[in-house]
């Protein structure tokens, strides 16, 4: 899968949302990345799937010729004016597409792009037994800035937060090109 030439990171269109909302779903059973413990509906996420339909906040998907390998999504960060300039970001991938670098690859576009769409510093809310996720993110960059413990019951066990977070470097590259509008 390390050949990137041959996928098409787009933003996410209105027909994207079925595919988007399954590849959430096929991690909630897994109780590493998400705080739902039920699958989510299509119609549950119709208004957080508007809300990344402007340029400022996109939700970018990936695709090969067999459909959707994942997403990305940048989200408002404590939607206050003063923390425009931040913004979480949150990455799913297909099961097919798990372990692969494609993550890695998702989150340095981000970081490129994040000075184009005004943002100074990018979050990741990552449970504290999400190892992966929590390599993922150090090994581009970001450090843990807080720790929320044991906020989270599932399956009957607390579990903790973590807050990491990356301040971008105000000469940082915007991304290659390769994410296209809607």
Known sequence: MRDWDRL???GARPADLVEIV???NSTVASRQVTADTEPVTVASREAWFA???CAER???VVEDGAGLLGWLSFSSFYGRPAYAGTAEVSIYLHERARGKGLG?????EALRAAPALGLHTLLGFIFGHN???IALFEQAG???WGMLPRVAVLDGLERDLLILGCRIAEDASVGSGAVGGN
């Open 22 to 24: 399954a590849i959430y």
């Open 104 to 108: 890695r690859w998702l989150l340095d």
């Open 131 to 133: 190892r992966p996720s």
């Open 8 to 10: 098409k990171v787009r």
């Open 51 to 53: 809300a990344h339909q």
């Open 142 to 144: 970001f450090t843990t």
């Open 58 to 60: 996109p939700l970018w």
